[in-house]
């Protein structure tokens, strides 16, 4: 019955997890996260139906989704979850997975929900083969958000601890780069052998995780742990697995880690060490930075038209006979986009490449009317017009549909001078997103050349102003 109490309350942290999760499903990787914690709870269900018997259940992956979700909904500005990041190690390409990507991708988060203690000794070599020392897990983060810079600034790294970390892991973490959260608990050198309370402990690969306080062992936290504890025989393993009591960052991680497990911790252990959780304190999240300025702007081909378009400028009361640029003229009247691009834009140097320019001027000759032609050339002797020079990581993209040279040329060329391309050009932002190369954009809705089209569009009836009604 214990363990059918244990399962009982495991799934309904499951169960409001996922709900918790699916309110975030406006971040890209929401899906995702959904998906593990609908893995989750599939499988408590499946042993729970079982009704298994004394064993002791622990399922780490919800630990660890658990702080993933308390990041997501802790943290301002989140645009991605669970987002896998190529880099390289060793002359080796690497991947690993930040859990919460927040401040419009400034911000790349570790969630940890693994306890202080277990945390500690892992760092003083006391883990199980394969445990990766967290310390050597940030130094990954830090190689990673190195060469993923966003508006050309590496992305700040957060470790924020939901079960605490020991104050010389974190003063360690902080020495490196890493910002920390989460409660910091002291420690102080232990005298004479360990316990034999520890060594058991530290023997379970999955079993219960008792963190080491003040003079003794830290007892189970509830009367179902407790009762969990205890030994008992295994039920079919085709029906009961034992879960790792790991917090890995996801399955695209697992095979580097094992590579790597035995770099992250010194040959000799370090000398043993307690936590003592009385004297410990917090350290709340950190706030929001203010994202780095660029002075210098790229203008990709669908901003140039955009600017000198006559729909932004006084031409979108038309029904034109093309639907997408009826739909056009109809979200101008929504939404006015030039005066968004123009705030963007005020104060900053222009540039373009010579691609750009080149195919901005050709389907100008082709659609454009003469108060368009008129604003595109005084917009051109705002512009610096520089030779097409794409960065490296722009020409390792692999070609597509979506990921044409010119693209390449352009947002390359904006790349090696660090600016910030303005573009309504969504299509190529994901699919060079999707390769592991994220730009630094401003994005803005398209706006086609309209004036040669006007003489044969209709006037939108402009609606009657309301009648005040008679009190």
């Known amino acids: 019955m214990a363990t059918q109490a244990v399962l009982s309350e495991r799934v309904g942290v499951a169960e409001d997890l996922l709900r918790r999760a699916e309110r975030l499903s406006g971040a890209e990787g929401g899906a995702k996260l959904c998906g593990k914690l609908r893995s989750e709870l599939k499988f408590l269900r499946r042993i729970q139906s079982a009704h298994v018997r004394g064993a002791h259940v622990h399922s780490s992956n919800l630990t660890h989704l658990s702080a993933v979700v308390q990041s997501a909904e802790s943290l301002q500005n989140v645009v991605a979850l669970l987002r896998v990041y190529n880099y390289t190690k060793e002359e080796k390409k690497r991947s690993l997975t930040v859990d919460v990507v927040a401040d419009g991708g400034l911000l790349w988060v570790k969630a940890v929900g693994r306890k202080a203690e277990a945390l500690h000794a892992v760092w003083q070599g006391r883990g199980q083969f394969g445990d990766r020392s967290v310390i050597g897990q940030a130094g990954e983060f830090l190689l990673a958000a190195e060469e993923h810079p966003l508006h050309y600034a590496r992305p700040r790294v957060l470790f924020a601890f939901y079960n605490g970390v020991s104050v010389p892991m974190a003063t360690e973490l902080e020495r490196m780069g890493v910002e920390v959260s989460g409660e910091l608990i002291p420690t102080a050198t232990m005298q004479g052998e360990e316990p034999e309370e520890e060594e058991e402990e530290e023997s379970e690969a999955g079993g219960r995780e008792q963190g080491i306080v003040g003079n003794g062992v830290h007892p189970p936290h509830s009367e179902q742990e407790q009762a969990a504890a205890a030994p008992s025989q295994r039920p079919p393993e085709e029906l009961l697995q034992f879960y790792r009591d790991s917090d890995q960052d996801s399955d695209q991680d ?7 497990s035995d770099s992250d911790s010194d040959s000799a252990p370090r000398p043993l060490t307690l936590l003592d959780r009385s004297l410990s304190c917090p350290r709340p999240l950190p706030a929001p930075a203010p994202p780095p300025s660029c002075a210098l702007v ?122 910030v391309t303005m573009t309504a050009n969504r299509k190529f932002v994901r699919a060079a997103a999707n390769q592991g190369v994220h730009y630094s954009v401003f994005l803005h809705e398209p706006r086609a050349l309209t004036e040669g089209k006007e003489w044969r569009a209709t006037p939108i009836a402009t609606p009657p102003e309301p009648t005040a009604t008679p009190t």
């Open 298 to 419: 790229n203008l990709d081909v669908s901003t140039l038209l955009s600017l000198v378009s006559s729909l932004t400028h006084g031409g979108c009361g038309l029904a034109f006979r093309e639907a997408v640029l009826t739909e056009q003229a109809a979200d101008e009247r929504r939404a006015p986009v030039l005066p968004q691009m123009e705030r963007f834009m005020a104060g900053k140097e222009l540039m373009a490449c010579a691609a750009a320019v080149t195919d901005f001027q050709e389907i100008l000759r082709t659609l454009g009317g003469a108060k368009e032609k008129e604003r595109a050339q005084a917009l051109l002797r705002r512009v610096a017009v520089v030779t097409d020079q794409p960065s490296p990581r722009s020409l390792a993209l692999t070609p597509s549909a979506a990921v044409s040279p010119r693209s390449i040329a352009i947002f390359g060329t904006g790349d090696a001078h660090h600016a």
């Open 254 to 260: 697992s095979h580097d880690s094992a590579l790597d």
